[in-house]
C-alpha cells in the first residue's frame, strides 16, 4: 500500500493528470466492497450461517419470520432506500458549502469500519450482521456520490469515457487481487495459521475495510475540496435544499438529460439486480459451492475489466446511444438464459457475458450522463446526485421487486426472467434518444 501512496504522492503537484489518476484509484480502493461484500464472500457466507439447523432458509429477524435470501434482497433495497433519500441533500450541500471531500470522507469511513464490523457477525447475532452490512452499502453509495461529481471538474468531455472506463478497469483489478487472496485464505486457511470453520470469511470482511480506508488516502490526499473556492457561509445546510431544488428545475428544461435519466432508470433496475444477487442465484438455484461461485465472479471481474475499454472504444466508432442500445439488448439475454441455466458450465458461460457488459454500461452511462450536464454549472455534486439518486431508486425497487417475486412463486428463475422488463422499458426511452455534442447553454434559461 505504501509503494502505491509514494508513486501517487510523491509531490504536491496539482497536475491534471496526477489529479486523475489519484480519483481513478478511489475505484481500486472501494471495488473491494463490491465484489467481496456484495457480490462473492458475504453473500455465501450469509446463506450458510442464516440456514436453520433442520435445513430451512426461514430466518427470525427481529421476530418477524422470513426466507433468508428474501431478508438479504429487503436488506438491499433498505439500505440504498436510505442513501437515496440523503444523497441529494447531501451533495447538494457539499456544493453549496465547498466540502465535498469531507462528506466523501465521512461515507468511506462509516462504509470500511461497517465492512470491519462484519468480522463479528456469527450468523447468531443476524440482527447485527444485517446492521452492519446495511451501513457498509449505505457509506459505499454515499461515497460515489461525491467521487462521481468530480469527474467533469478534472477531466475534458472528450476525456469522460477513457477516464471513466479507466476508474472501473482499476477497481475490477484491485478488488480481484483481494478476492484471490481471501479466497486462498477461504480454501487453505492451514496456510496462514488460521482455524478451520468461520474464521477465514470472516478475516476477509476485516481485510475488505482496511483495504478500503488505505487505499482511499491516495483520492484524499490530492482531490480538491473546493475546486471552486467556494465561501462556507452558516447557512450552508439551507443552500443545500435550494441547490437540490434548483438542480432539478435545470434538469426539467433539458429533455434529452430527462430521457436519458429515464431509460439509465429502468435498464439498472435489471443491472444493479443481478450483480448484487448473482451469487445468491448460483447458490440457491444450482446449489454450487462457494468457491465456484467465486471463481463465476472472478471471471465476471476479469472479463469486465476489457468489457469497460471495449465498450469505450465502440462507443467511439459507433456512438454512446448505440453502444448502450447493444448492451442492453445483451442484457435482456442474459436474464432470459438465467431462467433456463441449470449446469455449472452453463452459468460460466452467462457470467462471461455478464462481465462483457457490466463494466462497459457503468463507465459508458456514467460518461455520457457527465456530457449531459451543462457546461456552465459549478454544482457537479448535485447533477450527479440525481445520476446517482437515479440509479439507488432503481436498486431499491430492483432488489425489492427480485425478493417479492421470490417469496411469492418460491423461485430465483422467475425473478430473474421478470428482470427483462425493465430493459424492455429501458431501451423503449433509449431508442428515442438523441445525444447531442453538448448542451446549449441556452437551453438553461
Not at 144 to 169: C, H, Q, R, T, W
Not at 233 to 244: F, I, N, P
Not at 314 to 343: P, Q
Request: hydrophobic share 50%; aromatic share 18%.
Amino acid at each position: 500500500m505504501a509503494f502505491f501512496i509514494s508513486a501517487f504522492m510523491n509531490t504536491q503537484s496539482t497536475s491534471n493528470k496526477k489529479v486523475q489518476r489519484a480519483w481513478a484509484m478511489y475505484d481500486w480502493a472501494n471495488s473491494v466492497y463490491s465484489l467481496v461484500i456484495t457480490s462473492t464472500i458475504f453473500p455465501v457466507y450469509y446463506n450458510s450461517v442464516t440456514q436453520g439447523v433442520d435445513g430451512s432458509d426461514k430466518v427470525s429477524f427481529f421476530g418477524w419470520e422470513v426466507i433468508n435470501t428474501v431478508l438479504y434482497s429487503y436488506s438491499i433495497s433498505f439500505s440504498f432506500l436510505v442513501i437515496a433519500l440523503l444523497a441529494p441533500l447531501l451533495s447538494g450541500i457539499a456544493d453549496a458549502a465547498g466540502n465535498k471531500l469531507n462528506f466523501m470522507k465521512f461515507f468511506v469511513y462509516m462504509g470500511a469500519l461497517s465492512c470491519i464490523s462484519l468480522y463479528f457477525f456469527t450468523g447468531d447475532n443476524l440482527e447485527f450482521g444485517i446492521i452492519c452490512s446495511v451501513l457498509a452499502s449505505v457509506g459505499f453509495s454515499g461515497s460515489i456520490v461525491f467521487y462521481n461529481s468530480y469527474l467533469p471538474e478534472i477531466a475534458k468531455e472528450e476525456e469522460f469515457d477513457m477516464l471513466s472506463a479507466k476508474g472501473f478497469a482499476l477497481g475490477y483489478i484491485g478488488s480481484v487481487i483481494l478476492l484471490i487472496f481471501n479466497l486462498v485464505t477461504i480454501q487453505f486457511p492451514e496456510w496462514f495459521g488460521m482455524p478451520t470453520g468461520s474464521f477465514a470469511p470472516r478475516f476477509s470482511f476485516l481485510v475488505t475495510g482496511l483495504w478500503w480506508i488505505g487505499f482511499a488516502q491516495i483520492p484524499f490526499r490530492v482531490l480538491p475540496n473546493n475546486p471552486y473556492k467556494k465561501s462556507i457561509s452558516s447557512d450552508y445546510l439551507w443552500k443545500g435544499y435550494r441547490e437540490v431544488s434548483l438542480v432539478f428545475r435545470e434538469l426539467r428544461s433539458i429533455p434529452v438529460a430527462n430521457q436519458f435519466l429515464a431509460s439509465f432508470f429502468f435498464y439498472s433496475m435489471g443491472v444493479q439486480t443481478v450483480m448484487y444477487l448473482a451469487a445468491s442465484f448460483g447458490d440457491k438455484e444450482l446449489g454450487m459451492p462457494g468457491n465456484q461461485l467465486i471463481l463465476t465472479v472472478l471471471i465476471i471481474q476479469l472479463v469486465a475489466i476489457g468489457g469497460s475499454y471495449l465498450f469505450a472504444f465502440i462507443s467511439k466508432r459507433i456512438g454512446n446511444k448505440n453502444s448502450l442500445v447493444t448492451m442492453v439488448f445483451i442484457w435482456m439475454g442474459i436474464c432470459v438464459a438465467a431462467y433456463y441455466v441449470h449446469s455449472v458450465y452453463q452459468f460460466y458461460s452467462l457470467a462471461f457475458v455478464v462481465g462483457m457488459v457490466m463494466g462497459g454500461i457503468q463507465s459508458l452511462s456514467r460518461s455520457t450522463y457527465a456530457k449531459l450536464i451543462p457546461t456552465t454549472t459549478t454544482d457537479h455534486a448535485s447533477f450527479f446526485s440525481f445520476f446517482d439518486l437515479t440509479e439507488k431508486v432503481a436498486v431499491v425497487l430492483g432488489t425489492f421487486t427480485y425478493g417479492f417475486i421470490e417469496q411469492l412463486t418460491g423461485s430465483m428463475r422467475n425473478s430473474a426472467l421478470f428482470l427483462v422488463v425493465f430493459f424492455v422499458i429501458g431501451v423503449f426511452f433509449l431508442a428515442r434518444l438523441t445525444l447531442p455534442k453538448k448542451v446549449p447553454s441556452s437551453e438553461l434559461a
